[in-house]
T-cell receptor
Framework: AQKVTQAQTEISVVEKEDVTLDCVYE???????LFWYKQPPSGELVFLIR??????QNEISGRYSWNFQKSTSSFNFTITASQVVDSAVYFC???????????FGQGTELSVKP | ETGVTQSPTHLIKTRGQQVTLRCSSQ?????VSWYQQALGQGPQFIFQ???????GRGNFPPRFSGLQFPNYSSELNVNALELDDSALYLC??????????????FGPGTRLTVL
């Protein structure tokens, strides 16, 4: 069975701090896809990144970076120099197919205080 | 380019009633997936429609049904509403279905309250 665990339910930081959101996944598939989505208070899920299981290269996009480690089944997300606008619930998700069913973790609520 | 839209924004129903939620997919997309998100939880996959056919279903009872139209918009129907059906219903559109499909982009959701 596939499963995603986000052990951190809530994280609170002060603006400009760096913060890492953890994601651990379980799957028996050799090919799979990992995602991060952001859900602000408005409710809409905003796509951040997709990574396939054959691409372990870390990625950086502005203040966001992702660390994918197959050896530990983790796909962690770091926000550098956090800002108040980063406050949201962040979800990690796993899919067996490129475009199929997404299995989400429970989410991590990030609060960035000024 | 128009994003994914959903209607209505909010809905209040009573137990036993039926409800229809609507989703318009993003331009160029032919796949719609529906998810249910209970308060404080991650979204749960209900089903996916690709080119008007159901293309995968999660662990939801048959009273959850759907349709996809030739313009790729979609409806989610829930019969015999139960209190536990109260949730945010999210629609996601993408291109290409399950096997070769692209990233799913979500709409703003419909908040359903069942009293």
């Amino acid at each position: 069975a596939q499963k995603v665990t986000q052990a951190q339910t809530e994280i609170s930081v002060v603006e400009k701090e760096d913060v890492t959101l953890d994601c651990v996944y379980e799957t028996r598939d050799t090919t799979y896809y990992l995602f991060w989505y952001k859900q602000p208070p408005s409710g809409e899920l905003v796509f951040l990144i997709r990574r396939n299981s054959f691409d372990e290269q870390n990625e950086i996009s502005g203040r966001y970076s992702w660390n994918f480690q197959k050896s530990t089944s983790s796909f962690n997300f770091t926000i550098t120099a956090s800002q108040v606008v980063d406050s949201a619930v962040y979800f990690c998700a796993l899919s067996r197919n490129q475009g199929g069913k997404l299995i989400f973790g429970q989410g991590t609520e990030l609060s960035v205080k000024p | 380019e128009t994003g994914v839209t959903q209607s209505p924004t909010h809905l209040i129903k009573t137990r036993g009633q039926q409800v229809t939620l609507r989703c318009s997919s993003q331009s160029g997309h032919n796949t719609v997936s529906w998810y249910q998100q209970a308060l404080g939880q991650g979204p749960q996959f209900i089903f996916q429609y690709y080119r008007e056919e159901e293309n995968g279903r999660g662990n939801f009872p048959p009273r959850f049904s759907g349709l996809q139209f030739p313009n790729y918009s979609s409806e989610l129907n829930v019969n015999a509403l139960e209190l536990d059906d109260s949730a945010l219903y999210l629609c996601a559109s993408s291109w290409g279905g399950r096997e070769v499909g692209d990233t799913q982009y979500f709409g703003p959701g419909t908040r359903l309250t069942v009293l």
